[in-house]
């Protein structure tokens, strides 16, 4: 019962801090100058004041900044992000159509990185002084320091130019036909070096703290506890050690979320992964302002999305976490 | 009958920085079934390394049985593999420890955690495992046992943690119990609940109980025998009641006088306290070829630098490792 209310309550933070953003996002791109009138004049190769003053109206930018806010505010609560001249198309059927990939991308090399990273964590925080866990500290140190268009460059060469393992870009490939499993594999062989690439960096940080926080556990008296009811090495390690070890982790987990995020952008470039990383590079581009807004906004929100559950993931794990606010 | 558990000239090694320290220097003894050895000593004189060379748990790498046996039931636990003293863990020798707030996992419920204990040892199904955990509950005195079984550690007091430590420690009717300082943490009202619990559970369970201790009282209280440990040694071995109306190593004698009203009525005038002047040597002077009390020792002579006390007994049973344990 306490759970559910403590979990509402920060459903209710996350909405208010969701439109905190929004009214941010929309003044800072207010500040900023320049706006979507200059844009088109000079893709038409320049135009009179009369035509901009009527551009200007026709997106109701003569109005009032707090107007245009509220405009913008009441927009989106209704699902409508604004129209984007540059492609032609609402921006929300635009996010929406790009949402799925990126989000396919970042939950999958999320989860790929938490897991690995604290499988290989426990492993060497076993052997501190073994072979795997100098390993282990080896990659770690790799793939935080490579930067990620890199490790992804250098990934397509190996794999996909030489070895032809993997497909080069995109995310499906248009000349297959068939059921549903066939697409599925083929979006997965798509996916597969772009999730190692966006994984390879949070893979480092995952493993390092997972290898430090299950040192110290082990350590720790209930696990000699544990040791001393006769239980086996697999349950002390992975039952009561691991849950124990899984918040401090968890939690980077979560800050790291936009980190991801912003990951994601250039590991989609990189791949040409139709995602809003791509979306965004392009608009930004193109100074597409209601997409960019839209993009902000859409990556605010998976951020928000993203640390509510990380909370209720941590209250999971730990039970002195659940009675607070 | 033979000793439940013979400890044979026991050596334990710990490999510090400054070379190899024996922690437990030539240590032999014999329990009973059904007896409540005590081991007294202060901090630092290799009592909790005995309990944890008993249980199997030395610290990995660091510390090592160097040489002696340990007989339990006829066997060496020095020679069993990890996997035979996984089954007698728990099972035939369990522990309970100094701290009831850092000793028990903070994740888990406490019914889980008595309960995972007889899933081990007596395959018992979840549901059967549960309900044998609300009846140790019960049996440790914890009042609505049914509820408080699904309570996580953080939910309950210092000494309803230690009672639940008990619970999961008696869970498969162990035939030694090790109480390692079990009331150390926990303030006096509760230490003297904690041990009536302890008492009236082995009168009930007829298990043997080593009692790790530096509460000179308690010991009087609970125990038969008792060893004075010293700096890895034995300095004293022998009947309760004997060893505290005449104490016959100085060690002995001086944690004695440490304590009031053990030896003195509450009306008689008491003598003074009397503390033990100086510290337990650091670990690099252990197993030296001299009596390792003897820079603390009122009563030192020449002969207690230049070589290792042996053995007196006397006629009550009593042992001391001390050149002067005749004149005292």
């Not at chain 1, 992804?152 to 070895?163: N, P, R, V």
């Amino acid at each position: 019962m306490q759970f559910l209310q403590t979990t509402l309550i920060r459903i209710f933070y996350a909405i208010v801090l969701l439109v905190a953003v929004l009214v941010l996002n929309f003044s800072l791109m207010h500040l900023a100058p320049g706006d979507v009138a200059d844009t088109i004049s000079q893709s038409m190769g320049g135009a009179d004041q009369e035509l901009l003053d009527r551009i200007r109206s026709d997106y109701g930018l003569d109005q009032p900044f707090l107007v245009q806010l509220g405009r913008y505010i009441a927009g989106v609560l209704q699902f409508d992000l604004g129209f984007s001249f540059f492609y032609n198309q609402p921006v929300t059927k635009l996010i929406m159509e790009r949402l799925p990939a990126t989000l396919l991308l970042v939950v999958t090399a999320q989860l790929l990185a938490l897991f690995l990273g604290v499988f290989l964590g426990v492993i060497s925080a076993r052997k501190p002084n073994g072979l795997t866990s100098h390993f282990v500290t080896f990659m770690a140190l790799f793939g935080y320091a490579a930067p990620v268009f890199w490790t992804g460059i250098l990934l397509l060469i190996g794999f996909s130019l030489h070895l032809h393992w993997f497909p080069v870009a995109g995310m499906r490939d248009v000349t297959i036909s068939g059921g549903f499993w066939v697409h599925f594999v083929d979006v997965l062989r798509h996916l597969i070096l772009p999730m190692i690439t966006l994984a390879s960096i949070f893979l480092a940080l995952y493993s390092r703290l997972a290898r430090a926080t299950m040192m110290e556990v082990l350590g720790s008296d209930y696990v000699r506890t544990a040791k001393s009811k006769g239980l086996s090495q697999r349950q002390v390690v992975y039952k009561h050690a691991l849950k124990n070890s899984l918040s401090p982790v968890i939690t980077l987990a979560g800050l790291q979320f936009s980190a991801v995020i912003s990951g994601a952008v250039l590991v989609e470039t990189v791949f040409s992964w139709p995602g809003l990383g791509t979306l965004a590079f392009q608009s930004i581009i193109a100074r597409d302002t209601p997409t960019i807004l839209g993009i902000l906004f859409f990556s605010a929100l998976v951020v928000i999305v993203g640390n509510l559950l990380t909370d209720i993931a941590l209250r999971l794990v730990d039970p002195r976490l659940r009675g607070r606010s | 009958m033979a000793p439940l558990l013979e400890v044979e000239n026991l050596r334990i090694e710990l490999t510090t920085r400054d070379g190899i320290a024996p922690v437990i220097d030539d240590l032999s003894f014999t329990l009973n079934a059904g007896e409540t050895l005590s081991f007294v000593g202060e901090s630092g004189c290799g009592k909790s390394m005995t309990a944890l060379a008993l249980m199997g748990l030395l610290p990995d790498k660091i510390g090592r049985v160097a040489s002696g046996k340990i007989i339990f039931n006829n066997e060496d636990l020095t020679q069993a593999s990890d996997a035979r003293l996984r089954e007698i863990r728990g099972n035939d020798i369990s522990m309970i420890f100094q701290e009831p707030m850092t000793s028990l996992n903070p994740v888990f419920t406490i019914g889980e955690q008595i309960a995972e204990v007889l899933r081990a040892h007596q395959g018992l199904s979840r549901a059967a495992a549960w309900a044998k955990a609300v009846e140790l509950l019960d049996a440790v005195r914890i009042p609505n046992p049914k509820g408080r079984a699904s309570d996580y550690p953080f939910q309950m007091s210092g000494g309803q943690r230690q009672r639940a430590m008990i619970a999961m420690a008696l869970a498969c009717e162990p035939k030694i119990l090790i109480a390692d300082e079990p009331t150390t943490a926990l303030d006096v009202t509760v230490q003297a609940q904690i041990f009536d619990l302890l008492t009236d559970l082995r009168r009930q369970t007829s298990a043997a109980i080593i009692l790790i201790t530096h509460d000179m009282g308690a010991v009087a209280e609970m125990a038969e025998r008792m060893i004075v440990m010293y700096a890895g040694r034995k300095a004293e071995f022998g009947p309760v009641d004997q060893i505290i109306t005449h104490p016959r190593h100085p060690y002995t004698k001086g944690l004695i006088s440490c304590v009031p009203h053990i030896v003195s009525d509450m009306t008689e005038e008491r003598p003074d306290l009397i503390e033990v002047p100086g510290i337990v040597p650091s670990l690099k002077d252990f197993g030296q070829d001299r009596c390792l009390f003897a820079s603390r020792c009122a009563y030192v002579t020449d002969k207690c630098q230049a070589s290792r006390p042996s053995k007196k007994l006397f006629s009550n049973g009593q042992i001391a490792d001390c050149w002067h344990a005749e004149d005292l």
